[in-house]
């Protein structure tokens, strides 16, 4: 007479796959705050540069 349940069989424990997700996504984090640094640090960002003329009342202004 056959089993009526199969006994199930897991080559690697269930522990090792969340921990290679969560190393994989620790690895990328990494990776994306390096490369944002590296841009950073060699990207010639220039401000952006706008002449803003304003006009102050001299009541503004104690004597």
């Known amino acids: 007479m056959?089993?009526?349940?199969?006994?199930?069989?897991f080559s690697t424990p269930s522990?090792?796959?969340s921990t290679s997700i969560a190393g994989v996504l620790m690895l990328?984090?990494?990776l994306v705050v390096i490369a944002g640094v590296v841009f950073l640090?060699?990207?010639d960002l220039a401000p952006p540069s706008e002449?803003?003329?304003k006009v102050?009342?001299?009541e503004r202004?104690?004597?």
């Open 2 to 9: 056959p089993p009526r349940f199969r006994q199930r069989t």
């Open 15 to 17: 522990y090792r796959s």
């Open 28 to 30: 990328l984090t990494v």
């Open 41 to 43: 640090g060699t990207a």
């Open 51 to 53: 002449t803003i003329e």
């Open 56 to 58: 102050l009342p001299d």
């Open 61 to 63: 202004f104690p004597r």
